[in-house]
């Protein structure tokens, strides 16, 4: 496991913040030179990290504007039916997210669309013909109230 300092943790908050900052202004705010900044950002990226850098989408700005997250009960639970389902489900675009989880149901969905009658012929057309599904439940975000994918620690410099 790779050991990861304050400056580093300063660094991943940077970078989840603004992808595209540059080493020269992360090392003006941490005091540095901008090659060991370039050095931790290599070394953590070879340590995996820091897996990638994406764009954050906002998906009512492409008329997707209902998400729902779907808790999956599978029918059966041997090893081949879980491998199986997870195979199907990776192929549902709407499928932005899906998660193996314990308690109540096998699987957390989470899913995009339109509006409610594009989950309903999502629902009939596509989950439906995966064999297997014991029971589905929907639960619809009616207001997003936080979305963070950064570690909590990552940004306890902001409070202090």
Known sequence: MSKIDDIDKQILAFLHEDAYMSNKDMAQRLGMSPTPIHERIKRMEKDGVITGYK?????????????????????EHAAEYLKQFEEDVMNLLEVQECYCVSGHSDF???????????????????????????????HFVMNQIRNESILPWLNQEKTR
Do not use: W
């Open 108 to 138: 957390l969905l989470k899913i995009v669309v339109a509006d409610m009658d594009e989950y309903r012929d999502f629902i009939l057309h596509k989950l439906a013909s995966i064999k297997n599904i014991g029971n589905a439940q929907s």
């Open 55 to 75: 764009a954050t989408i906002n998906p009512n700005k492409l008329g997707k504007s209902l998400t729902v997250f779907c808790d999956i009960s599978l029918k």
